[in-house]
């Protein structure tokens, strides 16, 4: 595509405002449509915060994507004028000798990402409010932490709007398919058309909606996942932001964050829940979470055993059956693309991907060979749930 076409992105969440960003870096006249606004609440960015690590087992290119978009993240909030990133650090908390936690450690030391090995006792010396119980070792990377999710996907749009692009809140109706080879315009609600020379198609938790061919619920699995937050007892800051790091325990399968700007510790169940449609699910806490949350909290926060839970929220993964995110040419459009299936771990990515992603639809092939992982993960292919089953691993989330 030459440097004066023009785009069309659905989805103003990370991966479409930091698509729109990217594209437009390349020169092309961008339109980025959001039905709900960027960071809206329904959405899976819209939540206050989200983790940012590079350990990923045995992998290597995620922790490469989680470090570039890092540094993209940095120069976002240089520009913005606002906090989006806290280095809090995050604490991998690890139940047995092997496994993930030691897979990172060995990926990550010959990378020279900074990571320290530490035992129950360091624990219980570095921060004794944190229980200890049934834990073998821990894995810390310092220079990891969180980043403010909604505030920074909306600082993304912002950015990209800010330098020209045209942000537009509409909704954009599932295409019909076209006589050819091109999908050539999207409808929108208002019965009015977008034409543009290519298409994203970033809509996240709604992709099994708008296009239902090739990323339907047999590819994405859409489920209900719920986030609480812990009010520390009055007069507490040990459970504050610079008193206690991010941490994850996959063993558990819990993760969670201190108290950020005060919002009470972030405490999350990390197990997919049941399959939900992001336009009518409710978004009211169940009790089975909030009750595994408290109980939870008893053996590794012994200090907010019996606190109340302040605020909770309640989000959708979407997630392909590798866990690997979707980045492909749509299989009969070829001049649409399909960008999502988060799948528990995206947020982080959203630079790389929306890199990654405008390199793919401008055909700059040099961008797409260095950013692009050594296999095709990220390609629609025939990543089937059906028969593959939904690889719920932990290990591939947060
Ligand atoms: C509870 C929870 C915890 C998580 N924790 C982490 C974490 O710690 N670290 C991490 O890296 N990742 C994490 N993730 C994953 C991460 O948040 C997601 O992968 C990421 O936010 C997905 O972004 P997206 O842009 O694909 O989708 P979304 O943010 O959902 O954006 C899609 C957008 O498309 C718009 N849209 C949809 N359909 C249409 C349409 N037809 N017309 C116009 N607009 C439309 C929507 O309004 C929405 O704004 C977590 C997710 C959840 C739910």
């Known amino acids: 595509m030459s440097a004066n076409g023009s785009a069309v ?30 960071g809206n ?26 470090r570039r978009s890092l540094d993209e993240w940095r120069e976002l909030e240089a520009r913005a004028g606002e906090r989006l990133f806290l280095q ?20 990550l030391t ?14 219980a010396t570095r921060w004794p409010q944190l229980g200890i119980d049934g834990l073998a070792w821990a894995l810390h990377e310092p220079q990891a ?7 920074a996907t909306a600082a993304a749009a912002r950015d990209f709007a800010a330098a020209g692009g045209r942000l537009l809140r509409a909704h954009v109706q599932p295409p019909a398919r076209p006589a050819g080879t091109r999908l050539g315009r999207v409808r929108l609600a208002d019965g009015s058309a977008l034409e543009a020379d290519a298409f994203v198609f970033a809509a996240g938790p709604w992709l099994p ?7 339907g619920y047999g590819r994405l699995a859409v489920t209900r996942q719920e986030v609480a937050y812990v009010a520390p007892p009055a007069g507490d800051g040990r459970f504050d932001e610079g008193r206690l790091p991010t941490w994850v325990e996959y063993g558990a399968a819990f993760y969670g964050m201190p108290s950020i700007e005060a919002r009470g510790v972030k405490v999350a169940p990390d197990r997919p829940g049941p399959m939900v449609d992001p336009d009518r699910l409710e978004r009211e806490p169940s009790r089975e979470a909030l009750a595994a949350v408290r109980e939870f909290v008893r053996i590794r926060f012994p200090g907010l055993a019996g606190r109340p839970v302040s605020e909770s929220r309640v989000c959708q993964y979407e997630s392909t059956p590798d866990a690997h995110f979707i980045i492909d040419r749509h299989p009969e459009w070829e001049d649409a693309w399909v960008v999502g299936g988060g799948s ?7 630079p790389a991907i929306g890199q990654y992603a405008a390199a793919l639809v401008t055909g700059n092939i040099a961008t797409a060979e260095e950013l692009g992982p050594p296999d095709d993960r990220f390609r629609l292919g025939n990543r089937s749930a059906a028969g593959a089953g939904l690889r719920t691993a932990a290990a591939e989330r947060a």
Do not use: C, N
């Open 9 to 38: 992105v659905i989805g103003a969440g990370v991966m479409g405002s930091w698509t729109a960003r990217w594209l437009q870096r390349a020169g092309l006249d961008v339109t980025l449509v959001d039905a709900h606004g960027p």
């Open 41 to 66: 609440s329904l959405s899976s960015s819209g939540d206050e915060s989200r983790v940012t690590r590079s350990a990923h087992g045995l992998d290597a290119h995620y922790p490469a994507w989680q």
């Open 88 to 107: 809090t650090g995050v604490l991998w908390l690890a139940h047995d000798e092997a496994g993930m936690e030691a897979d990172s450690q060995a990926t």
């Open 110 to 123: 010959r990378l020279a990402i900074p990571v320290e090995r530490l035992s129950p006792a360091d624990l």
């Open 145 to 151: 932490g969180v980043l403010m999710a909604r505030r």
């Open 209 to 215: 909606k708008v296009l239902p061919d090739v990323a």
């Open 344 to 350: 528990g771990h995206g947020f982080k990515h959203g």
